[in-house]
C-alpha cells in the first residue's frame, strides 16, 4: 500500500517534503483518504535523525486539521448527518459519543479508524473542545512518534513491518490500554466497597 501511495505522489509530482506531510496530514483529518503516514515514513527514512520532529510536524498539522474538522461539525454538521439518520439514530449514536467522548477520539486518533469522521462527529454533539484536543494530540502525537521512533531505530528493517502490521499493532496497543483501564477501575470499584 505504501507503495502505491507513494507511486501515486509521486505521479502527481509531489515531493516528500515537511511542508507536504503538514499539508496532507491538515487535509486528511478533515475529509482527505490518504493517511500522512504515507509521508511520515519515507521522509522519516530519509533522514532518521529527524523522524521525530516530522512525527511532531504531521501530529500538529493532523490535530489543527481535526479542530477545522470540529469546527465544520459544531456549524453544519447536525443537519447534514439528520438528512441521514433518524433523530432517534442520531440521539443514541449522541449518547454513545458523549459517553466515550474522549477514548472515542483517542482511539481513533491512534488506530487505523477514520480520524476525520470522529474529529467532525466531535463537534457535530459539542464535545468539550479542550478535552477534544487534548486527546488528539496525545493520540495522533503517539501514533506518529511510535512510527518514527521505529524507523530511527531501525530503519528500513521496519517499513515492511508497519506496512503489514501497524493497524495490528496500534489496535492491540489500545487494547491493552483499555484492559490495564478496566483492570484499574475493577481494582478501585473494589476498594470502595471494602471501605
Known amino acids: 500500500m505504501f507503495d502505491w ?100 477520539i483517542g482511539i481513533a486518533g491512534f488506530t487505523p479508524i477514520p480520524y476525520k469522521v470522529f474529529a467532525i462527529a466531535a463537534g457535530v454533539f459539542a464535545l468539550n473542545f479542550r478535552r477534544f484536543l487534548l486527546a488528539s494530540i496525545f493520540s495522533r502525537g503517539a501514533r506518529f512518534s511510535i512510527e518514527a521512533l521505529l524507523i530511527m531505530l531501525y530503519g528500513q528493517l521496519v517499513v515492511g513491518f508497519l506496512d503489514r502490521h501497524f493497524e495490528v499493532l496500534t489496535l492491540g496497543i489500545t487494547a491493552a490500554v483499555l484492559l490495564l483501564l478496566a483492570a484499574w477501575a475493577a481494582m478501585k470499584r473494589r476498594q470502595r466497597r471494602e471501605i
Open 5 to 104: 501511495l507513494r507511486g501515486l505522489f509521486s505521479a502527481l509530482m509531489v515531493a516528500v517534503t515537511p511542508l507536504n506531510l503538514a499539508i496532507l496530514s491538515f487535509i486528511e483529518a478533515i475529509f482527505f483518504p490518504v493517511p500522512p503516514d504515507t509521508l511520515l515514513i519515507p521522509l522519516a527514512l530519509s533522514d532518521r535523525e529527524q523522524a521525530l520532529l516530522w512525527a511532531a510536524v504531521a501530529t500538529i498539522a493532523s490535530v489543527t486539521g481535526a479542530a477545522v474538522g470540529y469546527v465544520v461539525g459544531l456549524k453544519g454538521g447536525r443537519p447534514l448527518l439528520l438528512r441521514f439518520a433518524s433523530a432517534e439514530t442520531t440521539k443514541k449514536v449522541e449518547k454513545m459519543f458523549r459517553r466515550y467522548d474522549v477514548w472515542a
